[in-house]
């Protein structure tokens, strides 16, 4: 590989001869001296190139002056130069002063887009929106959250696991399937690893996790939504109850949230006006029911036919809670068996509720978790409650029929956690390429 020192390293050598490659940012193409504000992945520096005058101080067009003079926005050059530290320079207080500049590729000098565009034509040229500092903090911050929840897994003998995408059956609702050909029949994108995360506990694995994506066929238009999006899951074996799975989910998140403000904290303040707030445990725990009676006391009735909690009531809960509590965090619990998979396990004496949560991060939910129904003929008669023919899911069925531990776990939405963290409006922003039902590109 080429020989090239990060900008983000500029800061830590001596003055003297250095090498940098990046894209040119800005060019200020002045009479006695030319500047040009170089950016790579890690960083930006200022170059310096003072103009060549003759003895009747008439600017003369020689090299690299010409070629700074023709630089567009983008273009990706190398340079060689003097590194020189001072604390003149607003940017890092560093510059170099050029002595070679090489056009590697050069761009185009109309940008399809501006800092002004819109969100969807920012989209259609993701490539060059990615280039913005912003951006590539926001997948910098997703690298260092997901290798802290990795790290807590694999430090307390979590297993990890890849489950396949292909399915032969629904793992959930038929309504939300990709269906796709294969071979002389047909398969399902698979809308989440639940079936084969609880395969592993009666595989024996005790403990897994998996960090992977995930496929729901909602036509949903709204900023939390996607078509195609990575899922966080977790599942542990011999649980009491679905309080041992939010102990769980808590533990990782503070382990995330750490190890983000501990590296990112001081950038995403200063590129996105953000303090990062490592959150105290244990998280705040509010029975469903009593969520809605408190968000009616706060003048907002949720209108739903079911028993389901709304957006707008979660935004309503989320800030009784960071009134109250002063967290950002909430788990509401105890959700009616009405709205809840047929896996879920029931309240022993109340089987209207389930031993389940949501998990309310700054008003939106950010996943989904329960104690695991792991008695066959318990599951068999809730399935065939929510009309599934037990037929249909027998693969499944079958996991326990040899004998299972208690379990349970959660899956969440990785982008909506970022989305939320930043206090950003939509998960198009922090989704490195997003897909939706009018989105395949790029």
Known sequence: MTSRVLIKNLSALDDGPVSVSGWVDTVRDQKKVQFVVLRDESGAVQLVNPRTTDADGVVVADEPATSISGLAQGTFVTVTGTLKHDERVKLGGIEIKLATLTVVSAAIPETPIAADSSLDKRMDWRFLDLRNPKQNLIFRIQTTFEHALRTYWIEHDFIELHTPKLMASASESRAELFEVGYFDTKAYLAQSPQFFKQMAQSAGFGKIFEVGPAFRADPSFTSRHATEFTSVDSEISWIDSHDDVMQLHEDLMVAGFTAVKAKHGDEVLALFDVEVTVPSTPFPRIPLAEAKEIVK?????VPRDDD???PEGERQIAAYVAEKYGHEFVFLT???????????????GDASITKS?????????????AQREHRIEVLEAQAIEKGLDPKEIEGYLDFFRYGVPSHGGFGMGLARVLMLMLHQASIREVTYLFRGPTRLEP
């Open 297 to 301: 006391s706060r003048g907002y009735e």
């Open 308 to 310: 389901d909690m709304d």
């Open 334 to 348: 105890d959700y009616a068996s009405s709205i809840r998979p047929f896996y879920h396990m029931r309240h022993d």
């Open 357 to 369: 949560y949501d998990l309310i991060f700054n008003g939106t939910e950010i996943s989904t978790g």
